[in-house]
């Protein structure tokens, strides 16, 4: 059998373009779809109240009846999904029966991973998909997960709180009827110190991006700043290192600064 390297993560794999992890990955966002299009549905006709509702209401007397910014998502999303089904149906008569909605198209492209596998374009099937669905969870204002802010300066237990929140509450001081209140500006500075130099897998990268408020680049530029990398042009992305996988390691902060628009690799602080 012939070794190849996944074209998403750059781990070895046999005879496919696209590793069984990756396929794994982009499977669960296909199989979440549904829902996540549901929720999103909700927020396109202002069902729901979401946080940039929240941060909008101080600014405007009224929110719009309909959210224009989340249906062009949903028409990129349905744009996506409906392209790389056609190319990937090797017979008209394998959708004949596919109903004419979003949850049967995403059940059959989850069908079809390892004809995605095996595909010569799984790369950018795989980018675009994943920056779908990734934009889908932006849109319904998706919580952010927990980050870590350190030690409580009290009691030294773990601080945990939302990747956005301007201070954080230590929950054991809380316990022990104490308020401890810890600002996070300062701790934000420090982890971007720490973590400008540390070296990531390109899906570390861009987990990592809204982290930092920044969202996450299209496939299409991530691609350019690999090709401007390849070719020593300036706001190109070359990898620091490449690891006992094959898979190639960037500096986190240069991503961080290529995504937030920064000139050249700069540094830059996170809001």
Known sequence: MSQRTCVACRAETLDAYLCRGCGNRLAAD???????????????????????????????????????SADHTRDDLVNTIETWIRELVLDARETEHLAPNLRSCCHWLASAIERIRMHPAADEIFDEITYAVADVRRAIDTPLPAEYYGKCPVCDSDLLGRADADEVV?????????DTVVPTAGRRQGMWVKAKDQLVTRAVA???????????????????????????????LVPAKIDGAGRPLYRLGDVLALAGGADGHAERTPA
């Open 30 to 68: 296909l199989r979440e779809l549904p829902l996540l299009v549901h929720e999103l549905e909700i927020t396109i006709h202002r069902q729901s109240v979401t946080d940039t509702d929240k941060r909008r209401s101080r600014d405007s007397s009224a929110p719009l009846p309909y959210d224009w």
């Open 206 to 236: 861009l987990a990592a991006l809204p982290v930092y408020k920044i969202p996450p680049p299209k496939p299409s530029t991530w691609r350019t700043w690999i090709e401007r990398g390849r070719t020593g042009e300036a706001k190109g």
């Open 170 to 178: 230590c929950r054991r001081c809380a316990r022990l009827n104490v």
